[in-house]
């Protein structure tokens, strides 16, 4: 049975950064592309960043392009979110999921497995 798991999040104030990070088990990790989406309440989860299975394609939302780096080490089944320079309208639920294949899609139903989710609060 697939599992993700993401940590790091936590409440900050604006400007400062945060690591999340997404663990993953039972499933062939670098066979997946990885992504992370974001939600806050009364809103459609959003695409954040997105990262191919050998890690060497990446793509963001215009959101936090420049702010954020997607990264993934696949001997630890792990994918990273860096947040940097953090804005009050940062804050939400980010949840990682994977998509099976190298493709690069910010479509949530293209996703095969999400994680529980972490809160990320950034205060002004």
């Known amino acids: 049975q697939a599992q993700l798991v993401e940590s790091g999040g936590g409440l900050v104030q604006a400007g400062d950064s945060l690591r999340l990070s997404c663990a993953a088990s039972?499933?062939?990790?670098?066979?997946?592309?990885v992504g992370w989406f974001r939600q806050t309440p009364g809103k459609e989860r959003e695409f954040v960043a997105a990262?191919?299975?050998?890690?060497?394609?990446?793509y963001y939302s215009d959101s936090v392009k420049g702010r954020f780096t997607i990264s993934r080490d696949n001997f630890k089944n792990t994918v990273y979110l860096q947040m940097n320079s953090l804005k009050p309208e940062d804050t939400a639920v980010y949840y990682c999921?994977?998509?099976?294949?190298?493709?690069?899609?910010?479509?949530?139903?293209?996703?095969?497995?999400w994680g529980q989710g972490t809160q990320v609060t950034v205060s002004s």
């Open positions: 990262m191919s299975w050998s890690g060497g394609r990446t």
């Open positions: 999921a994977t998509n099976y294949g190298n493709t690069l899609v910010e479509d949530q139903d293209s996703y095969d497995y």
């Open positions: 039972g499933l062939s990790f670098s066979r997946y592309t």
